[in-house]
């Protein structure tokens, strides 16, 4: 676990920042040469004399001998100098994997105490090293006799050359700087730094150092606050959402025994249905198992089923979308208002509403209505072989990158894989339209035709899926089509989705004679499991001839021909010509 969340490092200040006093401060007290040498601090922190000079400076007046050092520890234990709140949220960082180091311009023997009070590494620790006279003839050590000069934490810019080094040695991929005074905010002002700079204002408030900061706080219990256990919820209950579901459940189990990101029990909205004569809500919270849409697999037992929908997602900061499309804009229209406003969501749903202006994909709905940033995880996924553990993959797309990490370790197992990709329209839409692409795919399988044909529909039906999406969100990329969103979802879905087999099975009865519309096979053949291709033709379709596409994409335009009855199911082996003959008469 902690190595996948190696990529967060978070460096503190030490002094009024880690500790509620400046060490060399405190030192000079209590060696009754206090006043001399707070002046120098202060102009030191406030940038009007050189660190290095004043540094010098205080040594000099300082000037003691190791026994009056090892007093002064002794009698200002670390414990005794800590700042309020400063050991929950580094036992927080900690616990979660993030490494801590604490970067500063005072003293190792000063620091290396209050670093092991705290728990950090010595080898984590970047601090100045005193020189020491030794007794020639006894080998003892006497008196400082100044600093060691070679230490990057001796110089102006220290801090931002130590971060650089840390990054030189590991790949970190996001390292905060925290702390109270104008050396501290360098680390991000310099390049190769650190990311982000969190301003401490506890113990001094600098305004620089305020007005510099991405984030400023008087009281860590603030930034503890934020690491705050995740409670993921869970809105839907079908096939698809009880195998991801078990995914998270995994996750969050872990996580709760780990490093604490995820809360262990995770709330599922289902539509309550009696099954057997028992309420479904009941049946999953006694036997973890959803009887009626994924039959045999125990999705864990801390998934708890909830039938009222704004209870499920009481307190729930992190909200995860799976239902069929056709239902998200009645269950977003309920949660308007209703849910976190720091929640953040993903959803997992493929489809589209259509609207006058144009098309709306499922996560645009979900951040319009609740106005929370909202991710996809789209892939190769069919539900049954998931819940089986069976090695699969998928493909979050996200707008922020933080949170399409935290939606990577919501989602990653050892046996599902997780990419991001900075494309949630490409994604959202190659999950969608592959589902009119699978169609095709099950008219040809009814008809019996071999491996020539399919493929011909398959490949046809991705260079339409990418051409719609990249002409109506111009932002959608290329590269999203090669990922598990995209011909690997084609794949999978053309050869074991819902939609190719019921498009198979209205071929058969087509030609049998005794032709079923898709309601009547989705019901056979589904157990109440929801087909999404008929639906989204349809929607793609009103976009097409809404543009006057419908000619430029053949292969749309001739399914929905066959799903309407506009056309028989064998014009799929001349979509071309077809797609002509299904156009309205004008
Ligand atoms: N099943 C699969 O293998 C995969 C499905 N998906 C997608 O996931 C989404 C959800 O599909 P599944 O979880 O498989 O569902 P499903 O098709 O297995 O089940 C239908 C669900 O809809 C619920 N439902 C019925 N009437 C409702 C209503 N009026 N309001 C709200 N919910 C209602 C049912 O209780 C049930 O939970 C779909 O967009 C699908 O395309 C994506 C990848 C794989
Ligand atoms: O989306 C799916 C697989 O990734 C499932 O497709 P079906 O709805 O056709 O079963």
């Known amino acids: 676990?902690?190595?996948?969340?190696?990529?967060?490092?978070?460096?503190?200040?030490v002094d009024c920042t880690v500790t509620q006093q400046d060490s060399l401060d405190l030192l000079a007290e209590f060696l009754g040469r206090g006043e001399q040498v707070a002046t120098i601090t202060n102009k030191a922190m406030n940038g009007e004399v050189s660190l290095e000079e004043a540094l010098k400076d205080r040594?000099?007046?300082?000037?003691?001998?190791?026994?009056?050092?090892?007093?002064?520890?002794?009698?200002?234990?670390?414990?005794?100098?800590?700042?309020?709140?400063?050991?929950e949220l580094i036992d927080g960082l900690q616990a979660r994997g993030k490494a801590v180091y604490l970067i500063t311009g005072g003293f190792r023997e000063l620091t290396l105490p209050i670093a092991r009070e705290l728990g950090i590494p010595a080898a984590n620790v970047?601090?100045?090293?005193?020189?020491?006279?030794?007794?020639?003839?006894?080998?003892l050590v006497t008196r400082m006799v100044g600093l060691d000069e070679r230490e990057l934490t001796s110089r102006q810019g220290g801090?931002?050359?130590?971060?650089?080094?840390?990054?030189?040695?590991?790949?970190?991929?996001?390292?905060?700087?925290?702390?109270?005074?104008?050396?501290?905010?360098?680390?991000?002002?310099?390049?190769?730094?650190?990311?982000?700079?969190?301003?401490?204002?506890?113990?001094?408030?600098?305004?620089?150092?305020?007005?510099?900061?991405?984030?400023?706080?008087d009281d860590f219990d603030d930034l503890t606050q934020a690491l705050k256990r995740h409670q993921v919820a869970f809105i839907g209950s079908g096939a698809w959402a009880c195998a991801a579901a078990k995914l998270v459940a995994y996750n969050c189990k872990l996580s709760s025994e780990g490093t604490g990101e995820f809360a262990e029990a995770v709330r599922m909205w289902v539509y309550e249905e009696e099954v057997g004569g028992r309420k479904?809500?009941?049946?999953?919270?006694?036997?973890?198992?959803?009887?009626?849409?994924?039959?045999?697999?125990?999705?864990?037992?801390?998934?708890?089923?909830?039938?009222?929908?704004?209870?499920?997602?009481?307190?729930?900061?992190?909200?995860?979308?799976?239902?069929?499309h056709q239902f998200t804009r009645d269950i977003c229209r309920q949660l308007r208002g209703?849910?976190?406003?720091?929640?953040?969501?993903?959803?997992?749903?493929?489809?589209?509403?259509?609207?006058?202006?144009g098309p709306q994909l499922i996560s645009e709905l979900v951040r319009k209505n609740l106005n929370i940033d909202c991710s996809v995880l789209m892939g190769a996924n069919i539900a049954k072989d998931i819940g089986n553990e069976e090695l699969s993959e998928a493909t979050i797309g996200y707008a922020v990158p933080s949170n399409g990490e935290l939606f990577k370790r919501l989602f990653e197992t050892p046996n599902f894989y997780v990419q991001l990709v900075p494309d949630i329209a490409g994604a959202e839409m190659a999950g969608t339209l592959k589902n009119v692409v699978a169609l095709a795919a099950g008219f040809v399988d009814g008809l019996g035709k071999g491996p020539n044909t399919k493929a011909a529909i398959m490949r046809a039906g991705l260079n339409e899926m990418r051409s719609l999406a990249e002409r109506i969100y111009p932002t959608v990329r290329d590269e999203t089509f090669f990922e598990s969103c995209?011909?690997?979802?084609?794949?999978?879905?053309?050869?074991?989705?819902?939609?190719?087999?019921?498009?198979?099975?209205?071929?058969?009865?087509?030609?049998?004679?005794?032709?079923?519309?898709?309601?009547?096979?989705?019901?056979e053949l589904l157990a109440g499991q929801k087909l999404q291709g008929v639906l989204t033709s349809?929607?793609?379709?009103?976009?097409?001839?809404?543009?006057?596409?419908?000619?430029?994409?053949?292969?749309?335009?001739?399914?929905?021909?066959?799903?309407?009855?506009?056309?028989?199911?064998?014009?799929?082996?001349?979509?071309?010509?077809?797609?002509l003959q299904s156009q309205p008469q004008a």
């Not at 040695?169 to 190769?192: K, R, S």
């Open 1 to 13: 676990m902690a190595t996948r969340l190696r990529g967060y490092a978070v460096c503190f200040d």
């Open 59 to 87: 040594l000099r007046i300082i000037d003691c001998k190791p026994e009056e050092l090892a007093s002064f520890i002794q009698a200002h234990p670390p414990s005794s100098r800590l700042t309020k709140g400063i050991r």
């Open 126 to 139: 970047f601090a100045n090293r005193i020189n020491w006279q030794v007794d020639d003839e006894t080998g």
């Open 159 to 217: 801090k931002p050359a130590a971060i650089a080094l840390l990054r030189e040695m590991y790949p970190y991929e996001t390292v905060a700087m925290v702390g109270d005074g104008i050396t501290d905010l360098e680390a991000v002002q310099i390049t190769g730094g650190a990311d982000m700079f969190i301003g401490y204002g506890g113990i001094v408030v600098r305004d620089a150092v305020r007005d510099g900061a991405d984030w400023f706080v």
């Open 280 to 324: 479904l809500t009941d049946i999953i919270n006694e036997t973890h198992e959803n009887v009626k849409y994924l039959p045999g697999i125990s999705i864990g037992d801390n998934i708890v089923a909830c039938p009222d929908l704004l209870d499920a997602v009481k307190d729930a900061d992190v909200l995860v979308f799976c239902t069929p």
């Open 338 to 357: 209703k849910v976190n406003p720091t929640a953040v969501a993903i959803s997992l749903t493929k489809g589209m509403r259509v609207r006058a202006e």
């Open 486 to 523: 995209g011909v690997a979802d084609l794949i999978a879905t053309c050869y074991g989705g819902r939609n190719r087999l019921v498009a198979e099975a209205y071929v058969r009865a087509y030609q049998s004679g005794f032709p079923k519309s898709f309601d009547i096979l989705e019901a």
């Open 538 to 579: 349809d929607e793609v379709q009103s976009i097409l001839q809404i543009k006057g596409w419908e000619t430029e994409y053949p292969l749309f335009t001739t399914v929905n021909g066959i799903v309407n009855g506009l056309l028989p199911p064998v014009a799929i082996t001349t979509y071309k010509s077809a797609a």
